[in-house]
């Protein structure tokens, strides 16, 4: 599926998708290593149910980035991943709850109907996300 933008607004979304999927990918490399620093079975296996979410997002938002510039993205990891489980689940908590409000303002800035849809139900897992790092913040 192509998406045709007017000029200005395709160099904005693509610089938005880039951020996703930087911040997505980052986010599926952080969570595996959280994952391994978790307390108990029950919180690995929630934080690795959290990561296949972002693997979704990853993948919805790479599609789409591949049908605007017709070539795959190359992501990068942009923060360290996390040595400590009480750090690394504030960490995440502060990342989730900030990729809320992102992908909300794209979500209302975009007119690509798909698009928009798309930051906006990644918005709402994140915002599930957040609350289960809330969760592990004050219970593990």
Known sequence: MQYHYP???ENNIIGDLTKAMNGEY??????????????????????????????????????IYTSLTGHPPSPQ?????????????????KDEQEAVDFYHRVARQCHIPYISEQFRSNAADEQNHAVWFLFFMTHA
């Open 77 to 93: 990891i942009i923060e360290a991943l996390p040595t400590d489980f009480k750090s690394g689940v504030l960490a995440a908590f």
């Open 7 to 9: 000029p200005s607004s």
């Open 26 to 63: 980052t986010a599926i490399h952080f969570y595996e290593q959280l994952a391994k620093l978790a307390p108990t079975p029950e919180v690995q296996k929630r934080i690795l149910e959290i990561r296949k979410d972002e693997i979704r997002h990853y993948h919805g938002f790479a599609t």
